[in-house]
């Protein structure tokens, strides 16, 4: 069974870094035909995608958050992470991982998502 779970601390200060790690079991991050994907979902909004990273290691991004997310792989623990910068309180936010079969926000059999994990931008 594949299962995505996603872990990090729970409350950043502003104009911190947000980091975030997917861990990943029944499936792998070389995986050459899934996305392994980021999404977020503000209070009363709806999901937000920010970005992807595939089996080889390239990187895709909103382009409203590129300049300042970045995500990797390590491919020995089979995770993958997501670094925000430059936090405000607008990143609050409920934040996904996610393995799809295409880029941005997709519905198809085979995507899995973790069960989310808020994170608050806060003082």
């Known amino acids: 069974q594949v299962q995505l779970q996603e872990s990090g601390p729970g409350l950043v200060k502003p104009s911190q870094t947000l980091s975030l790690t997917c861990s990943i079991s029944g499936d792998s991050v070389t995986n050459l035909y899934v996305y392994w994907t980021w999404i977020r979902q503000p209070p009363g909004k709806g999901l937000e995608w920010m970005g992807a990273?595939?089996?080889?290691?390239?990187?895709y991004y909103s382009p409203s958050l590129k300049s300042r997310t970045s995500i990797s792989r390590d491919i020995a623990k089979n995770h993958f992470t997501l670094q925000l910068s430059s936090v405000t309180p607008e990143d609050t936010a409920v934040y996904f991982c996610n393995r799809a079969y295409g880029m941005g926000l997709t519905n198809s059999s085979g995507d899995r998502w973790g069960q989310g994990t808020q994170v608050t931008i806060s003082s």
């Open positions: 990273i595939t089996s080889s290691g390239s990187t």
